[in-house]
């Protein structure tokens, strides 16, 4: 396998590279210097401006180390220097992962805002912690909703979220930052970008085959029947969650809450409408049947997650024995991204031998 870019980028050289404190700073300081600027004629650092952001006396050091910089990190212009894209997302790391002390903490209650943060499955008050860069909701007097190995009891939720992010929130901002940050990831990968590096991404409905509806289910160690896994092709960022909870970019979705307004609430809405998964052929392809308790309303998805009302009036909404035609479908689903280059991924999207993911765990 190749592990060259285009213009000749070579990992193994480049990671060396980055393992010297000067060279960090420099890159840190280029971008600090030019963060505010983010459009493609990039600003550019003047040699001296630069050496004296880094705070380094002596010349022959610094130039020695921003030169190692240049083939992979940063370019010198006619005006000074630059950091290209991959510099920057250095820095960006540097930031959001070692820029700021590690704000761990365990089990506190979250009780300090106004965003409802009560259990979705018993109605008490919620827990949260935060530790390996995972945030986790929990409740501590039922069993949750995901039962897994790696998660303690109670856990409604485990999301990965970069320290930066936690600190100077509340408890109960967190946790509403943090699911709106999933949901936003979700909706995305939903429509087959992936947030993190624009790959494609591979939908994949996952059915417990037998489910026990009471409490937990041993079987798939969650509560719901039927989840989805969002995989990227490319950089395998992964995201597992409720089916309706990935395309709360749709009206018919959207119309189906009745009064959330952050990712939170939205979540935890989704977590408990029942849904069910219905075989429609021979060929093992299956839609998700899912019922908003507090509408009328019963919307399918199919498995590249568009979603339709039931029934419509004109009598071509999509119905469970797969009468309808993929045209009469499409025609019934104004909010389904169901352009034509969706299709592709048809038929690729399985993982054989995947165990049932959590709804709301996070793999990456
Ligand atoms: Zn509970
Ligand atoms: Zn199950
Ligand atoms: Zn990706």
């Known amino acids: 396998m190749s592990r060259r870019g285009g213009s000749g980028f070579d990992p193994v050289a480049a990671f060396a590279c980055l393992g010297n404190e ?18 493609p004629g990039r600003r550019a650092v003047p040699y001296s401006d630069l050496q004296t952001a880094v705070g380094i006396d002596d010349s022959g050091q610094f130039n020695y180390h921003l030169t190692r910089l240049r083939n992979h990190f940063v370019s010198k212009t006619d005006g000074g220097y630059v950091l290209d894209q991959t510099g920057k997302t250095v820095a960006q790391i540097l930031l959001r992962s070692f820029g700021v002390e590690d704000p761990a903490f365990d089990a506190t209650p979250v009780d300090d805002a106004p965003v409802d ?37 109670g856990t409604v939720s485990a999301l990965v979220f970069p320290p930066a992010g936690v600190h100077d929130r509340s408890r109960s901002e967190l946790v509403a930052a943090v699911h709106r940050r999933y949901e936003f990831h979700c909706v ?3 429509q087959g970008l992936c947030p993190t590096c624009g790959g494609e991404v591979a939908r994949e409905l996952v059915s417990c085959s037998d489910h026990d509806t009471d409490g937990i289910c041993e079987a798939c160690g969650t509560t719901l029947p039927v989840t989805v896994s969002l995989c990227c092709r490319v950089c395998g960022h992964q995201r597992l969650a409720p089916v309706p909870f990935t395309r709360t970019d ?17 979540f935890a809405a989704t977590l408990g409408w029942p849904v069910e998964s219905v075989p429609v052929d021979d060929g093992g392809e299956c839609r998700v049947r899912v019922e908003p308790p507090e509408t009328d309303a019963v919307l399918w998805f199919d498995e590249q997650l568009r979603v339709w009302p039931e029934e419509s009036s004109d009598g071509r909404g999509y119905s469970p024995d797969g009468r309808g035609t993929s045209a009469g479908r ?30 709301d765990g996070d793999s990456s």
């Open 22 to 39: 000067t060279r960090l700073s420099i890159l840190e300081a280029l971008y600090e210097t030019t963060r505010s600027y983010d459009g």
């Open 117 to 153: 943060t009560d259990c979705p499955r018993c109605g008490e008050s919620l827990a949260v912690s935060y530790a390996d860069e995972h945030v986790v909701t929990r409740c501590q007097h039922c069993p949750g909703v995901v039962d897994a190995a790696a998660l303690p009891d």
């Open 188 to 190: 995305s990968m939903a």
């Open 250 to 266: 749709s009206p018919l979705v959207a119309a189906a809450f009745t009064d959330p307004d952050n990712g939170w609430e939205r």
């Open 330 to 359: 499409r025609e019934n689903s104004p909010d389904g991204h169901s352009s034509s280059t969706d299709d592709p991924a048809d038929g690729d999207d399985s993982v054989p031998g995947r165990p049932s993911p959590p709804p």
